[in-house]
């Protein structure tokens, strides 16, 4: 093993330290709209294949430094405009001037995503399926955290467990939550304590957008991401000598409030953004009980305060330092469930999240990022009503993160991404009962060196017709000798166009897994249950194949359509022998078909969003009792509607969802039925010199349907919910 590690880091090393000499070769311009002649910030210009670039400032002007000498293509993009690219030849000391008029696209789907391949790309160009929800996706929802806003996307199931505020998992493909890898700003959030995150601890005010990368991508970025990868990439302040702000407050049914505040400012080269929410409900919601009364829920209150701080530094080589703290405490009460209820159970948690990066480092053809970062999370869990007596779980985690990546232009031979990734997550627990320390989880300490390699290689066949190969590979190794060193391959194709129509054809193809959480290997031994320290990763191979399709015609068109398959074997499953402990003895096949058909049209007046997902996820073990049945928790048909209308002041957005039935028990003889929810909202938005008022109303759950997503948890009935914000900007000269 030892030796595997010394030759990835001698090869790494080889790559990295290739002679390099910097250069002051450089390319300055100006990014303007040809129709209005405005000026265009913001815009990406960079040269084709490689991580040398830079944006437009609030002047509509870049400045790239270091740039190869030779032939290169010279590329402009920006959201809502079509890219442009131009050919340039770069000889020693030569400073180019090269300007853009930008032509309005048609296109109006046309996202750039950075989380598939590690490189920013068009999701018509990637082979893997990329669904981005953009800020004005987040700000047309009536959504108030991650788990609630990806409950409209197709191939995605989110179970939650009460009111707003309570816990929200999330699966990908039917993939467990903890086959589900999240990240927030490209660093992961799963530990290694019980896998799955919670989505509702993610508020949405201080988030600029979330790409969904759908299918396994453990080749890129290790354990968990079998499903598929998440990734929440929070705001900046981009704009120079001005400061923006807003302040919002809402209030709804079950005393559901939410209150929200930033304020960004950039200062020169200086920016910083800093955001507060507040968010709490009493959650007292009524439902039906088992003998078919009617039961108001009791405990099922939630509480969060949450404060995010940004600060980025951009330097004169265009490369930038950034970072962020972000910090939220909550304390919400744990209602148990219908038949098990509990009154006075307590859920508290402390989390505070520092990260530090350096990006944009160029040496010739070389480009250089380096990330570091710690979480710390203090997590009690204290019930009154345990049948022990009053029982108090300590869970005192610690996640320790650094990451270096390097972007190697190899010109025809595609751009090379390599890097090697630490973590190490360290977990103090403690189970006190009657306030006597009883055995427990214990404390634990897992390090992980990874190694990953990525070429993205793109063949011109002519000025529209593209094709692209991705392979990648990488080494996750583990300090428990049954986990050991994981080696994980993948490939991917697309044959893309791009000119009056944007599409491509594409499939994936590669190995997953998913490492044994510490509940499952050390969970103390009692009565009835114990861990297995013994236990082997979650294995598979997961494959897709699909197209999409991009047009203007009637309006503007975006269609896709996925086949998609896991095999997946040694599964843990949790199950009774002498005690209820985990084995790796379940397998599973996964297939199933996600589609999609969005249109905008009448000059944005109208966008409509439909999506259907298939899904046929079955027990492929050898148990008789379940082999071929359903697995818990994957409905076979989900429907998802979204339509939006803008005209002038006034905003109208209508979401529908429709989930399948799904069964509670490995046996399928415990059928959940299916459910459909309506939610909605109407607002104005008035501005008054350099002041925008919002007013909103929001309705879910419209139709007042008595419904769950996991057996025993009853979700609320029919909310109102009425919101006031004030948004501005000051600029200054």
């Avoid at 995503?113 to 999701?123: D, M, S």
């Avoid at 893997?128 to 953009?134: C, R």
């Avoid at 896998?195 to 354990?223: F, H, Q, R, T």
């Avoid at 990868?229 to 302040?247: E, F, G, H, L, W």
Wanted: net charge negative; charged share 20%.
């Amino acid at each position: 093993m030892k030796n595997v590690k010394l030759m990835m880091i001698i090869l790494f090393l080889t790559v990295v330290t290739v002679t390099l000499s910097a250069q002051t070769n450089s390319v300055k311009g100006r990014v303007i709209d040809s129709q209005t002649g405005e000026i265009l910030a913001g815009a990406n210009v960079y040269i084709k294949g490689s991580h040398i670039g830079a944006a437009s400032d609030e002047n509509g002007s870049y400045f790239i430094k270091n740039v190869p000498i030779g032939n290169s293509i010279l590329v402009c993009s920006m959201i809502n405009f079509k890219r442009i690219e131009k050919e340039i030849n770069i000889s020693p000391g030569d400073n180019l001037e090269i300007n853009y008029l930008m032509v309005e696209d048609g296109l109006k789907f046309s996202d750039v995503v950075i989380t598939a391949t590690r490189n920013e790309a068009l999701v018509t160009t990637i082979p893997v399926s990329t669904e981005v929800i953009n800020l004005k996706k987040i700000e047309d929802s009536n959504a108030k955290n991650v788990g609630e806003v990806l409950k409209s996307m197709g191939a995605t199931l989110v179970k939650s467990y009460g009111a707003v505020g309570s816990l929200e998992t999330v699966s990908l493909r039917g993939s467990t939550d903890a086959q589900v890898l999240i990240l927030i700003d490209g660093q992961r959030l799963n530990n290694s304590q019980q896998g799955s995150v919670d989505l509702s601890s993610l508020p949405l005010n201080a988030i600029e957008k979330i790409e969904v990368v759908k299918g396994g991508n453990s080749a890129m970025y290790g354990s968990d991401a079998v499903g598929g990868v998440i990734n929440i990439i929070t705001k900046s302040s981009n704009r120079k000598n001005s400061m923006q702000y807003t302040i919002n407050g809402l209030y709804g049914t079950y005393n559901t409030q939410v209150y929200n505040a930033s304020l960004g400012q950039g200062i020169g080269n200086f920016s910083y953004f800093v955001s507060y929410n507040k968010t709490k409900s009493d959650g007292d919601y009524s439902y039906k009980g088992i003998i078919g009364d009617k039961i108001k829920l009791k405990n099922g209150d939630t509480g969060s305060d949450n404060i995010f701080l940004k600060a980025e530094y951009l330097l004169e080589d265009q490369s930038k330092l950034s970072a962020f703290y972000k910090y939220r405490k909550s304390d919400n009460g744990s209602p148990g469930s219908i038949e098990y209820p509990n009154a006075s159970a307590r859920n508290k948690i402390d989390n505070n999240h520092i990260s530090l990066s350096y990006e944009g480092l160029t040496f010739e053809n070389f480009a250089f990022n380096f990330n570091g970062y710690i979480m710390k999370q203090e997590h009690h869990y204290i019930n009154p009503e345990s049948w022990m007596g009053t029982e108090e779980s300590i869970y005192n985690s610690r996640s320790l993160g650094t990451l270096a990546q390097v972007f190697t232009d190899l010109n025809k031979l595609g751009l090379l991404s390599y890097g090697y990734e630490f973590r190490q997550d360290k977990l103090e627990s403690d189970l006190l009962v009657n306030g006597d320390s009883v055995p427990f989880i214990g404390d634990r300490q897992r390090n992980v060196h990874s190694f990953y390699f990525q070429d993205d290689w793109k063949y011109d066949i002519n000025h529209n017709w593209m094709i692209s190969a991705v392979p990648a590979v990488r080494l996750d190794e583990y300090p428990e000798e049954s986990i050991g060193t994981q080696f994980s391959p993948k490939v991917g194709i697309s044959i893309s166009h791009d000119d009056e129509w944007r599409g491509s054809i594409r499939g994936n193809i590669g190995k997953v897994f998913r490492a044994p959480t510490y509940n499952d290997l050390y969970w103390p031994e009692d009565t009835w249950t114990k861990g297995n320290p013994n236990l082997k990763p979650e294995k598979g191979i997961t494959f897709d194949f699909g197209f999409i399709i991009q047009f203007a015609k009637y309006g503007s068109w975006s269609i896709e359509s996925t086949y998609f398959s896991s095999n997946l074997d040694d599964l843990i499953l949790w199950e009774p022998a002498e005690k209820w402990m985990p084995t790796n003895i379940a397998k599973a096949k996964i297939n199933g078909i996600e589609s999609k058909i969005n249109w905008k049209g009448f000059g944005d007046l109208i966008s409509i969003q439909t999506g259907y997902t298939y899904l046929n996820a079955k027990d492929d073990g050898n148990d008789p009792l379940t082999s071929g049945r359903f697995l818990i928790y994957r409905p076979k048909s989900k429907i998802d509607i979204g339509i939006n209308l803008s005209y002038d002041i006034y905003s109208v957005n209508f979401y529908y969802n429709f989930v399948g039935k799904r069964f509670h028990d490995a046996e399928n003889k415990i059928e959940m039925g299916s459910y459909e929810l309506i939610n909605a909202n109407l607002g104005i938005k008035q501005k008054i010199e350099k002041i925008e008022l919002n007013f909103r109303l929001e309705g879910n759950n419209l139709m007042d349907k008595e419904y769950q997503a996991t057996q025993g948890s009853p979700l609320p009935g029919r909310e109102i919910r009425f919101s006031i914000g004030v948004s501005g900007s000051l600029n200054f000269l």
